[in-house]
């Protein structure tokens, strides 16, 4: 029951922002659509941001499958779960501060970028836990960045031309990798490749 609630609010904003900016939506506008009672929102969402979240989080990347996917397949996954929606992200993205989306997604993506990231180099992943934290906050961040860009800039790629811009992003966790293996120490404790 309250997964089904949850879908029908996120539903209903999914279809108030269509006409409406993000902004301008309110708890009553909701209400007034779905029928339920402030109390029902307030029980599941703290706002809209909330909910906006929750659509992010249930409509894109729990449906990109990061489990039987390598990092690349797992991208264009969380981009085909935007296209299915395109108008609804293209809005979300221009209306809502990125910093804004960035903190609300960036826990769950970055999981799912550690796991793939562990199965490509599990040696690396516990030999340098610490480092590889890091890289995986850098990459997922550098991820999020360029799918906000995507829609924002209506990028309507094909899944070659995403994939040849991807390997980019994977060329930089490549070199960060490298850079952390072949790090020396100078005689004032500063680290240099």
């Known amino acids: 029951m309250c997964c089904v609630t949850k879908r029908k609010i996120a539903d209903c904003v999914k279809e108030l922002v269509h006409g409406k900016e ?3 939506i309110t708890i009553q506008d909701i209400m007034n659509k779905t029928n339920m009672s402030r ?3 307030y029980y599941h969402f703290q706002d809209i941001y ?3 979240e929750w659509i992010i989080l249930n409509d894109v990347i729990a449906e990109a499958d990061c489990e039987e ?3 690349v397949g797992w991208i264009l996954e969380l981009i085909h779960a935007m296209q299915n929606d395109w108008v609804f992200y293209k809005k979300a993205v221009r209306q809502i501060p990125w910093p804004t989306i960035l903190s609300h997604v960036k826990g769950s993506v970055e999981e799912n970028v550690g796991k793939l990231f562990c199965i490509y180099d599990s040696e690396y992943c516990i030999r340098h836990p610490e480092e590889f934290q890091r890289g995986i906050q850098f990459f997922s961040a550098s991820l999020c960045y360029y799918l906000m860009d995507l829609v924002y800039q209506n990028r309507k790629l094909s899944d070659d031309e995403i994939m040849q811009e991807l390997h980019f992003l994977i060329s ?3 070199g960060f990798q490298y850079m952390g293996e072949h790090r020396e120490t100078d005689k ?3 680290l240099s490749a």
Do not use: E, P, R
């Open 39 to 41: 109390q029902s929102f």
């Open 188 to 190: 004032h404790g500063i």
């Open 22 to 24: 993000i902004h301008k």
């Open 69 to 71: 996917n390598d990092l």
């Open 50 to 52: 909330d909910v906006l």
């Open 172 to 174: 930089l966790w490549k």
